[in-house]
């Protein structure tokens, strides 16, 4: 069965950082493009950062540039979302998403990904 565990969430004060991990389990994430998203309440689930199957192509929505940045750990399966000087607009459920083939000019289109991590909370505030 193939799927995507996450881990990492929290409550953190704004400015603090945290790190999201996204594991596979059952494929191996190397041949897989893997998209970090968000959905706050009330609006829809938005690309945050993307990365391709190559680790060549990565994309950041403009609100996160500068402060997140995704890499992948081929050994261990997983890939990371670090996430610094954290705000309060950053608060959502984030969510990690897989596939095998997506196109460079679609890397953070959610409705492109089939196969998504159980979503994890995180909260910025004092």
């Known amino acids: 069965q193939l799927q995507l565990v996450q881990s990492g969430g929290a409550l953190v004060q704004p400015g603090g950082s945290l790190r999201l991990s996204c594991a596979a389990s059952?494929?191996?994430?190397?041949?897989?493009?893997i998209g970090w998203f968000r959905q706050a309440p009330g609006k829809e689930r938005e690309g945050v950062s993307c990365i391709s199957s190559s680790g060549v192509s990565t994309k950041y929505a403009d609100s996160v540039k500068g402060r997140f940045t995704i890499s992948r750990d081929n050994a261990k399966n997983t890939v990371y979302l670090q996430m610094n000087s954290l705000k309060p607009e950053d608060t959502a459920v984030y969510y990690c998403?897989?596939?095998?083939?997506?196109?460079?000019?679609?890397?953070?289109?959610?409705?492109?990904?089939?196969?998504w991590g159980q979503g994890t909370q995180v909260t910025v505030s004092s």
């Open positions: 059952g494929f191996t994430l190397n041949y897989y493009a």
């Open positions: 998403a897989a596939e095998p083939r997506i196109s460079p000019f679609r890397l953070c289109v959610p409705t492109d990904y089939d196969l």
